[in-house]
């Protein structure tokens, strides 16, 4: 199997194969964590609105000492700015709030289907990326039917769709479809946030076998799937840990004992996208 640094998305930018979460890092000991991480090498940081820390990422961004254009961020328009008209502000808010001239990808955080506003919400991403405010433009959460009618109603395919995959909920189907539709898929919880047992066997095999710990073994599980996972740590020893992945390689019989361990309702809570709303 192949595995690559950087993926190449369907609007010609590249993102890291491998990104930082920084839910729920706030405050100044959110800041540091987000420098040390930058330190260690992390050069993608993935944010939201409802997270309340796009200050802080802002200002980590520039206590990095890095240029802006070395660190790529991602944040998330929330549900109540659906309307066109809110999701347009939503993004130079946080603009506003990171202090940036341009957002390097913006997801809709949660489709909602129950308000039907999120084709709206779409609208407003493909205009805010035509105006500059925006270079990559995609969704989190949406399953085939959501991204069926964006795309519908558009013409434009999401560059990124992130969500919900770890050995507990592989995503298989969906993963198939962001392939055949050339959406890049990101992984968020790719570790399972205690929801995987890392003393199984599928995952506890492999460390042993290459030496490294479970959590790498479950992130090199994503990338082997041409996954981008997005770990979060406040360690510096783990954020380390957790990008070096490219030393080992997992066998065929590792990858598909691990998916292996998925099952029908493997979700860490009730986040169906069909049902969840989120505001």
Known sequence: MTVTSAYTLNDGAELPSIGFGTYPLRGESGV??????????YRLLDSAVNYE?????GEAVRASGLDRSELLVTTKIPGRFHAKDLAVRSVEDSLRRMAFDVLDLVLIHWPNPS?????????ALVECRERGLVRSIGVSNFTEEHLGRIIDATGVTPAVNQVEIHP????EELVTVHERLGIVTE???????????LDAEPIAGPTQRHGVSAGQVVLRWH???????????????RQR??????????????MAAITAMGVDRGRRFDGDPNTHEEM
């Open 187 to 197: 992984s968020w919880s790719p570790l399972g946030k205690g929801s995987v047992d």
């Open 53 to 57: 820390n796009e200050v802080e990422v």
């Open 241 to 254: 840990e957790n990008l070096d992945l490219f030393g080992f390689e997992l066998s065929d019989d590792e």
């Open 168 to 171: 507990r909920f592989p995503q």
């Open 223 to 237: 990338l082997q799937r041409g996954l981008l996972p997005l770990p979060k740590s406040e360690s510096p020893e």
């Open 32 to 41: 540091a964590a987000m420098v040390g991480a930058i330190e260690n090498g």
């Open 115 to 123: 308000r039907g506003l999120y084709v709206e919400a779409w609208e």
